[in-house]
């Protein structure tokens, strides 16, 4: 028994399980996970690794070349890049992608425990590496708190409880903050008041670690009862530490702040600052539960806030800089739109040209296999976003495609006076196995997109999983609930004496065609072929770009100021900009962050890299149209009034590994010569017509001053101090010594301890700092003090003063130098590297930039030991490519084996085959005409254009075959299959073409859609026209005569 005579046989349980796949469909629609993009892992992790007062040099020899050499032992290793600067060593560890998911987080925890391990092999004073691998997590509600009138104290307090409570939230997993200041207790000394009184630092440090560290008195025993013991007095405040006791030589009392200033600070400048719209502000930060429906999560987030805000003080206010679940729920509004409207299109297409009946029946199979496929998708951890609905919408016209077969051979079966029941199951039988073996290559032409482990194949993979569970939804609908409609829907019909099939003037036209083309089959594929060498030649003038950009009404704006650019000259430019742009009708607001960017929240963007000279501003606009028209001006704003800084526009993309789309990245062992390489290459780019010349420059900083003060050991002894004392003098008198901290409540205050002159002012000359010994210094008494003091030449406070007076710092150095050093080392998996940069101008892609000066790169002298390579978003591009063509022999193997399965003959599926570049022709011209570029997208539809044009023509050749096997005729039998096939191979091929209009306004699918569209347009003509023409070819096929009637057998 097949499953159309099962249907009848069973009416109940299908009506049954129809049922479940609506109210199904509904409750998974309302449960399933809605997001703005796919989940993606980020297989890196970052290794950072402080060393106090190390150069860059100092940093890549002594700690980065260590801890990448340990990471060269460790396996599924794809990259090591690493960036050494002056104190600081950063190390991203990127996986092999085929490392499973579920095991990445094992190979970090491996990591760790060798992290662990490599710190008894760094020099002493290294701070041990500390392992950050939540790279992944998006923090896709993005707040900034504003507090009119209240201080950064009460503001950060304030951001904390917020904090506290929104992690109770359901569905929230994490909440951070940027931008707040933590406070730090200056004390403040000048070399006169502790001269006067006999005091040296060692004798501060050793009083506030007495009244401040951690102590543990025990419990007293009292007959039965044990009772804990505590000693108060820790130090909780500025004050506390104002007031702590100090002793001096003399023997006399006297507090800290009788020596000193304490005071509790905020850092000066500022460090990782955040301003909304030039107000101080703090960013709240929330990540979501993975399997969480992020609109319903930003709703309970939105009404805790809400309530909060009711009983907290006035003046605290909390504004969306990026609010996923809005972007969300637009978006999933917007396909809903998209979705509905190709529907509607492909029903109403169906019904004008089928009938409203036959409409009706197949529209209903549509909805019903859209609403089936949501509880699979949801069962399998699926989700909703823009991959997954937009596959419905790619899949539209194949999702009736099999209906569309079926219910014409109804209708056919009917005028050709088939009995009703034989006519209900007959079409369906027939064409059962052909039909499925057409949706399985369907499904498999888009196999390599599943299979690739990038993440551009990894972001895609749902296109896939929707399209393979709609399709075979689809095929069994169209074997079920089709021919189960039909007994309900369309008349019973006798057929009409002298009707003759396929009489139309249309069909006697396109049959006159046929011939005359079979007649002239050589001359017509003479010209296929022409056609395609002429759409490959065109091809090039295609404009190639691999993920276009998201159309956000935002962007945002880097800033990179030279390298030992202060934090406060960042920030005075980034309070500029910002008035320029509020004062632009077109800007909606202005988020500026000094050091890094605030938080991850987008999955399409990358974090800027930390450092004092970056700042970075969030820009709203009315529209995306507004925020394209401005670019232009914001761009030669930036560029004239901020000649010195390195500013960049950038838009919302999902090329995030690459920081330019065009980069080339030079790699040896000198940094002298990585960078004249580097200027020889940035030259070629200036000279480049195509790209941005605002964009140019390489990733190596420029080489930056520093001071070297010359420690002179041997008179550093006589003073009776040490390389270390000359450390903490120099760093006292500049950014503050710290010597200890405290805690407010939950707030870590921070102790530093200062040098200034007498007049409260910095010491600017390095010379005159003063420096003490940690101790008294002793070197200088021996027996001839003694006798001074024993004779009264000397009094005890002169000898006291001889103790503890400082030395200047030109006393215990030869002098100090100043000269140029290295700001960053970058280096490749153990090399040194250097890349350049560039971005194009509006109009023109990354490939053409590139090609443009591909010879003149490859023309720069390497020498030995010096190679080029190109990445950016031409690596990105060929990673997605190679892993999707790396998978492609699987997706033709099988489509090959399904086709000899269905056929059992080696011709038939060459004709197929054959086929397939063909669409070429259609593709080609149609994406030039339409301006668009050939994306990662458009690839993957050529890959669903295969599959519509591989089922046509086996439903064609299958038809023929059908014809032939009842006795017809072959040149008759190729002539009838193809015009038999006409209606549904253009109503299949114009569905798919009108429902994918709503897509050609959405950036990332507008590709996609025209290449589909321009593909089938000349798809419908390989399936009608080429296959029949190969197949005369094949099995010899000549013209003769037409017979009188055109009725097909029976």
């Known amino acids: 028994m097949n499953i159309t005579e099962m249907t009848f046989r069973r009416k109940a349980i299908i ?58 032992t460790l396996g599924d290793v794809e990259t090591i890049r690493s ?26 925890d491996f990591l760790r425990r060798r992290m662990n391990e490599v710190v008894a092999k760094l020099p002493a004073g290294v701070q041990p590496p500390m392992v950050y691998d939540d790279f992944g997590d998006v923090y896709g509600m993005f707040y900034a708190m504003t507090g009119d009138g209240y201080s950064y104290k009460e503001m950060s307090k304030m951001a904390r409880f917020i904090r506290r409570e929104l992690l109770a939230v359901d569905g929230v997993a994490r909440v951070e903050t940027y931008g707040v200041q933590e406070p730090v207790t200056e004390i403040v000394f000048t ?116 309530e909060l805000q009711k009983n907290i003080p006035v003046g605290y206010e909390f504004e969306k800089v990026f609010f996923q679940p809005d972007l969300v ?10 979705l509905i409207a190709s529907v509607l299109i492909v029903i109403v297409v169906l019904m004008v040209s089928m009938g409203l009946r036959s409409g009706l029946i197949i529209g209903t199979g549509l909805v019903l296999t859209i609403l089936a496929t949501f509880p699979i998708l949801l069962a399998a951890g699926g989700t909703l976003q823009r991959i997954s609905l937009g596959a419905f919408i790619v899949a539209m016209g194949m999702l ?19 009995k009703w029941k034989k006519a209900l199951i007959h079409p369906a039988t027939r064409t059962a196995w052909p ?64 009707e003759e099939l396929y009489h139309s003037w249309g ?88 050091g890094q960017t605030p938080t991850r929240y987008c999955l399409v963007r990358p974090m800027g890299e930390a450092a004092d000279n970056y700042g970075e501003l969030i820009v709203d606009f009315e529209d995306y149209e507004t925020m394209m028209r401005m670019k232009s001006v914001l761009s030669d704003y930036l560029h004239n009034n901020y000649p010195d800084a390195r500013s960049r526009i950038k838009k919302y993309n999902l090329s995030i590994k690459a920081s330019h789309t065009v980069e080339v990245e030079f790699t040896g062992p000198d940094p002298e010569v990585l960078r004249d390489l580097s200027s020889q290459a940035q030259e070629i780019f200036r000279n480049n017509p195509y790209a941005d010349p605002y964009t140019i420059e390489d990733d190596w900083e420029p080489m930056g001053q520093a001071l070297t003060a010359n420690y002179a050991q041997q008179s550093a002894r006589r003073a009776g101090t040490t390389r270390s004392d000359v450390s903490n003098a120099i760093l006292s008198a500049t950014e503050g010594l710290p010597i200890g901290e405290y805690f407010e409540g939950q707030t870590r205050v921070g102790i530093v301890m200062k040098l200034r002159n007498n007049d409260g002012s910095r010491i600017e000359n390095l010379e005159d700092i003063p420096v003490w010994s940690m101790m008294p210094n002793l070197s200088g008494v021996d027996e001839s003090t003694v006798q001074e003091l024993m004779t009264g030449i000397k009094s005890v406070d002169e000898l006291t003063g001889e103790l503890v007076r400082p030395v200047p710092l030109s006393a215990v150095t030869q002098g100090v130098d100043l000269d140029w050093r290295e700001q960053v080392v970058r280096r490749v998996n153990g090399q040194r590297a250097i890349q350049v940069q560039c971005e194009p101008l509006e109009d023109y892609s990354p490939a053409l930039v590139r090609k443009t000066m591909l010879e003149d ?14 990445v950016g978003e031409h690596e990105l591009q060929g990673d997605a490519l190679h892993n999707i063509f790396r998978y492609l022999p699987i997706s033709i193997m099988l489509i090959i084996l399904t086709l000899i399965l269905l056929f059992n003959d080696f011709r038939k599926p060459l004709i197929v085959l054959s086929c397939i570049p063909m669409a070429f022709i259609g593709i080609v011209p149609g994406m030039i005409l339409a301006g668009q570029p050939f994306t990662f997208m458009a690839i993957i539809g050529s890959f669903g254009l295969m599959g519509m044009i591989v089922k046509n023509a086996i439903v064609l050749l299958d038809e023929a075959e059908t014809l032939i096997a009842a006795g017809a005729e072959k040149y008759h039998a190729l002539i009838d299959a193809t015009i038999s096939r006409t209606r549904p191979v253009l109503l299949a091929s114009f569905t798919t073409i009108l429902g994918m209009i709503p897509l050609l306004g959405d950036p990332m699918y507008a590709s996609m859609a025209v290449a589909i569209i321009s593909g089938l347009l000349v798809g419908t003509l390989i399936t009608l026209v080429f296959v029949p023409i190969l197949y005369a070819a094949f099995y010899g096929v000549k013209r003769i005569k037409e017979p009188e009637t055109t009725e097909l057998p029976s």
């Open 15 to 72: 009506w049954f399980i129809l049922f479940c796949m609506v109210a199904g469909g509904i409750l998974a629609f309302r449960s399933i996970s809605k997001l703005e993009d796919p989940e993606l892992v980020v297989m890196q992790s970052q290794i950072v690794t402080v060393y106090p007062g190390a150069s860059a040099h100092e940093v890549e020899m002594q700690v980065t070349n260590i801890i990448e050499e340990e990471l060269n």
């Open 83 to 108: 960036k050494s600067m002056p104190n600081i060593s950063i190390v991203s560890v990127m996986l092999e992608l085929t490392v499973p998911q579920d095991e990445i987080e094992q190979r970090w």
């Open 191 to 306: 070399p006169s008041k502790m001269g006067e009184l006999g005091v040296y630092p060692f004798q501060v440090l050793s009083a506030l670690s007495g009244e401040n560290s951690m102590v543990y008195p025990g419990a007293l025993q009292t007959g039965n009862k044990l009772l804990p013991v505590s000693v108060n007095g820790k130090i909780a405040s500025a004050d506390d530490v104002a007031n702590v006791m100090l002793k001096g030589l003399d023997g006399s009392l006297f507090k800290l702040s009788d020596i000193a200033e304490v005071n509790e600070v905020y850092p000066d400048p500022p460090r990782n600052t955040m301003h909304l719209n030039n107000k101080e502000a703090i960013a709240i930060s929330l990540s979501m539960e993975s399997g969480e429906n992020i609109v319903e999560v930003g709703r309970r987030v939105e009404k805790r806030l809400a």
């Open 329 to 338: 729920n637009n978006a999933i509004n917007g396909f809903m739109k998209n």
């Open 400 to 418: 009736v495609d099999n209906a569309i077969v079926v219910i014409d051979g109804i209708l056919v079966d009917l005028k050709k006076g088939v």
């Open 435 to 498: 039909l499925f073996g057409a949706t399985f290559i369907a499904v498999a032409a888009f196999l390599p997109v599943f299979l690739s482990q990038d993440a551009a194949g990894t972001y895609a993979r749902d296109l896939f999983v929707v399209l393979c569970i709609s399709l075979f939804i689809s095929w069994a609908l169209a074997m079920t609930q089709v021919p189960l409609f039909a007994e309900k829907l369309l008349k019973r019909r006798k057929k009409k004496d002298n």
């Open 507 to 594: 069909y006697r036209k396109f049959r006159n065609i046929l011939g005359l083309l079979l007649h002239y089959k050589s001359v017509t594929l003479i010209v296929a072929v022409l056609l395609l060498a002429l759409a490959g030649l065109n091809f090039n003038n295609i404009k190639k770009t691999f993920f276009p950009d998201f159309n956000y009404n935002q962007v945002y704006i880097e800033y990179r100021l030279p390298g030992g650019a202060g934090p406060q000259k960042v920030q005075d430019d980034l309070h500029e900009i910002t008035d320029y742009l509020l004062s632009l009708d077109e800007v909606k607001q202005v988020v500026s962050s000094h």
């Open 857 to 870: 790169i490859k023309n720069i002298p390497l020498p030995d030991g010096y190679k080029a390579v190109w």
